[in-house]
């Protein structure tokens, strides 16, 4: 059991590494600190010009947690992609390790870096915009980040799960990058949305974790609160589930097709 664990976060931490592991200091800086607070930035000065200053937390809370789209969707999203490029997916796919460690163990760096990137989120608007969202509930709002953080790379593992029979995930990945930005209620509150969008936003990743974390703020922990934590939850081990089921499925389907290893 040790043994496999101490290789489970062996794996994890390697293929995180190989992700970046080709970058200087700087570009790792511009891409990880430089870019998601500029984003971050734009967006909350965006709504608080279309919205006001009333909302300005609830803004700040949603736009940090879509600091972690881009592990999820150009992190793990890119798995199998990145297999492919680098000519070792064969090698993945021949192998007898248990496949749906080998994948969940591309993820978890990225759940600890999605939670990262929302704290780093929190802390620039405390120093830049003045608006302190760190609540005393820590704790509950340590949960809150730690599922959606889960939800997303599971969400990330579903949709990245298509690397087997397309060779160019970007438009998918990118298309889904602004479904999260519209639908999400980081950007656009949900309540001006139509109601049928509003049933479909809760099924998406974050929606639940924001909602939760924004409750959470204002009036502290409550059964409504831990009612979005638990949805958080249920949808990232049903992103993960799923997610697993269709690599299984499109992976037979590449070999049906002998389009595995095709670039």
């Not at 970007?170 to 969008?197: D, K, Q, R």
């Not at 509003?198 to 939760?212: E, K």
Request: charged fraction near 10%; glycine fraction near 8%; proline fraction near 2%.
């Amino acid at each position: 059991m040790g043994t496999n664990l101490a290789r489970f976060f062996r794996q994890s931490l390697l293929s995180y590494k190989a992700l970046y592991g080709f970058m200087d200091f700087k570009t790792f800086i511009l891409i990880k600190i430089a870019n998601p607070l500029c984003q971050l930035s734009f967006l909350v000065l965006l709504s608080r010009y279309i919205y006001g200053d009333e909302k300005m937390t609830s803004y700040i809370i949603g736009n940090s947690f879509l600091l972690c789209a881009y592990n999820a969707l150009f992190g793990v999203g890119f798995v199998i992609t990145q297999e492919r490029r680098f000519g070792t997916l064969t090698l993945v796919i021949a192998s007898t390790a248990n496949k749906f460690f080998v994948f969940i163990g591309r993820a978890f760096m990225h759940i600890i870096d999605g939670c990262l990137s929302v704290l780093m989120g929190f802390i620039f608007s405390l120093l830049v915009f003045h608006v302190n969202v760190f609540t005393p509930d820590f704790g509950f709002l340590t949960i809150i980040i730690l599922c959606s953080m889960f939800s997303a790379m599971g969400f990330g593992l579903l949709i990245g799960s298509a690397g087997y029979i397309v060779r160019d995930l970007n438009l998918i990945m990118n298309l889904c990058m602004f479904v999260l930005w519209l639908f999400s209620g980081a950007v656009v509150p949900l309540s001006h949305l139509p109601i049928w969008i509003q049933h479909i936003s809760g099924f998406l990743p974050l929606t639940n974790g924001i909602v939760a974390c924004q409750l959470l703020n204002s009036d502290g922990f409550s059964a409504l609160v831990f009612s979005h934590i638990i949805k958080e939850l249920l949808l990232g081990l049903g992103y993960f589930g799923l997610g697993y089921l269709l690599l299984h499925l499109f992976e037979r389907i590449s070999k049906v097709r002998a389009s595995l290893d095709s670039y």
